[in-house]
């Protein structure tokens, strides 16, 4: 039981990761700019973010523009839209074989396949929260050394935004969960290697009885 509850604490860690890796891949404020006026009706934040660049007025309007030109992106753009991609479609996958794969479900047949379905849906959340956890650095990078350089105005620096901490928080849930999961197949493989099962041997009485009740037939 106590190995059930673990995969179902990983499970729900995973389910969570993969959902903060959707919100994450879609959310406009990877990176935020809040240039304040002299005037409070003035002040707007800009937010940019993976598909669109958002800007909130003080005044409550509130206006996206889309990035329909994937070729004039910046690179760390690019590759944050495919391993954010791939970060959730793997999520998405390690979700549905190991809720097959669990032993609080009865999907998956015996034992032994159960358990190397765990260990395959723990491989890709170890593989999303890679893939998640790439991108989100590396835009963190852009958006510091970009603040820190002397050349580029003050109005045009940004900071990061919430979606990358939502990234970082879901990209840690998922290696934790594939961890859990991959670690837990392990050990139960691991002791079955150790410890293989002892096999019976039958009596020696037992076969001398029965030998001897053969050689009375033919007698």
């Given at each position: 039981m106590?190995?059930?509850?673990?995969?179902?604490?990983?499970?729900m860690l995973a389910l969570f990761g993969a959902f903060g890796d959707i919100a994450a891949t879609l959310l406009p404020n990877w990176k935020v700019n809040a240039d304040v006026?002299?005037?409070?009706?003035?002040?707007i934040t800009q937010?940019?973010?993976?598909?669109?660049?958002?800007?909130?007025?003080?005044?409550?309007?509130?206006?996206?523009?889309?990035?329909?030109?994937?070729?004039?992106?910046?690179?760390?753009?690019?590759?944050?839209?495919?391993t954010m991609v791939l970060s959730c479609i793997l999520?998405?996958?390690?979700?549905?074989?190991?809720?097959?794969?669990?032993?609080?479900?009865?999907?998956?047949?015996?034992?032994?396949s159960k358990s190397h379905t765990c260990f395959a849906g723990g491989v890709c959340f170890i593989l999303a929260g890679i893939f998640g956890l790439v991108p989100t650095s590396w835009y963190t990078r852009e958006i510091i050394s970009n603040f820190l350089d002397q050349t580029i105005p003050e109005s045009s620096k940004h900071e990061p935004g919430g979606a990358v901490y939502i990234g970082f928080i879901s990209?840690?849930?998922?290696?934790?969960?594939?961890?859990?999961?991959?670690?837990?197949?392990?050990?139960?493989?691991?002791g079955a290697w150790i410890y293989p099962p002892k096999?019976?041997?039958?009596?020696?009485?037992?076969?001398?009885?029965?030998?001897?009740?053969?050689?009375?037939?033919?007698?």
């Open positions: 106590a190995s059930a509850g673990l995969q179902f604490f990983a499970f006026g002299s005037n409070i009706i003035t002040a937010m940019q973010g993976l598909w669109m660049d958002c800007t909130w007025y003080s005044t409550g309007m509130f206006s996206c523009t889309l990035k329909y030109s994937v070729l004039s992106l910046p690179i760390y753009i690019q590759t944050a839209r495919t999520s998405a996958f390690g979700i549905c074989i190991t809720t097959v794969g669990m032993k609080c479900t009865k999907l998956g047949g015996d034992t032994d990209a840690g849930f998922l290696l934790v969960a594939g961890v859990i999961f991959c670690t837990s197949c392990f050990k139960k493989q691991q096999q019976q041997h039958l009596p020696p009485t037992t076969q001398e009885s029965n030998a001897g009740y053969n050689l009375k037939d033919y007698v």
